[in-house]
């Protein structure tokens, strides 16, 4: 519940917003006796958080990093809430949320139509290999070599792409977003294999092992949360366990996929292609992401800088979820919990 009614003061939130370039807040409409204040800034860096949520009762968030430090009683004294305006809360320092009794909610599905679509995109940017082609293109290749530059679209081998309805994808992670994107796959003549977790020594119904999903699929799917479990899930080993042929998409989170083992496997021809929209650093650029050196343009590698989650259909849930999780707060009936 949103308060501990031991004074009229409690009812009365301070509202501070850290994020709101990412989307804009929505009007609270909280029950009463509650009110309320909006403190919005545009962008927070990581220096100024602790000078601007000294005083929040409640706090929007998107991608911003709530530390342990932040979070302590010195630095938040009435800290409450905090709304995430995202479904990843990796961010959050969670432990001591739930050491303090602060409620922490989520927009768990609002990206689910955006990010699906874009990890199809994704697939037919590595499979029908856009970038590449594209950078021929504009290089005067097609000129050059007339028809011969067919040569392009083939794989190390010199296999050409795969057909939706030969392709077998395998998804790594079936939550809202994962079963979506495997509902488009069925729809576009795929079969789809659902990975059991690494290790696992039991199999669950409808599950494939996580050996066997990498052996049998020609397009892997990562859409699974960054933990301590799938930090460094694929790596070298699990890119040789692969097909050559095969293409990998990550619309996960950064730190799951081994950045420098994924550049070598496509450099030597380990697998075909890679699209991914997270980096293990982020923001991402040459300078801290071997996937964004010069030397990995010449490769078939399609990058995004985090932006899968982008639509307006995600802005509008974003709003809607934020605004009911705030006002069920109040009301002591909460929604989206994390914590």
């Known amino acids: 519940m949103g308060s501990t009614g031991e004074s009229a003061g409690e009812f009365h939130l301070t509202i501070v917003a850290l994020e709101a370039a990412f989307c804009a807040i929505p009007t609270f409409s909280l029950p009463k006796p509650y009110t309320y204040t ?71 599905h609002a990206n689910v139509p955006a990010v699906s679509n874009h990890a199809i995109g994704m697939y ?18 097609w000129v050059k070599d007339g028809t ?7 794989d190390a081998d010199g296999v050409m792409p795969s057909t939706c309805d030969e392709e077998v994808m395998g998804l790594l992670g079936y939550g809202a977003i994962g079963k979506r994107i495997a509902e488009m796959a ?33 397009v892997l799917v990562l859409i699974l949360p960054r933990t301590p479990e799938s930090l460094g899930l694929i790596s070298a080993a699990e890119l040789h366990t ?50 964004l050196t010069p030397e990995a343009s010449a490769l078939n590698l399609t990058c995004t800088p985090h932006l899968a989650w982008v639509a307006s259909a995600t802005t509008k849930l974003l709003q809607r979820i934020t605004r009911e999780n705030v006002e069920a707060w109040c009301a002591g009936r909460s929604t989206n919990v994390v914590v």
Do not use: W
Not at 246 to 274: F, Y
């Open 148 to 154: 011969a530059c067919m040569h392009l679209m083939g």
């Open 186 to 218: 069925r729809l576009l003549g795929m079969r789809v294999l659902v990975g059991e977790r690494k290790g696992a020594t039991r199999i669950r119904e409808g599950r494939t092992a996580f050996e066997d999903v990498l052996k049998q699929s020609s």
């Open 242 to 291: 692969m097909s050559r042929h095969a293409i990998l998409v990550n619309v996960s989170r950064g730190g799951i996929v081994d950045e420098p083992a994924l550049v070598q496997a496509l450099r030597e021809g380990t697998i075909a292609g890679a699209a991914v929209d997270v980096f293990e650093e982020e923001p991402a650029a040459a300078t801290n992401s071997v996937l």
């Open 124 to 141: 037919f940017a590595a499979r029908r290999r856009f970038g590449l082609t594209g950078r021929a293109l504009r290089a005067g290749e």
């Open 38 to 108: 909006l403190q919005s800034y545009p962008e927070t860096s990581n220096e100024q958080v602790a000078s601007r949520i000294g005083a929040a009762t409640v706090l929007l968030i998107t991608t911003l990093p709530l530390t342990a430090e932040h979070l302590a009683p010195q630095c938040t004294p009435h800290l409450r809430m905090i709304a995430i305006m995202a479904s990843g809360t990796d961010h959050v320092d969670l432990a001591a949320c739930r050491k303090r009794g602060i409620q922490v909610c989520n927009a768990s």
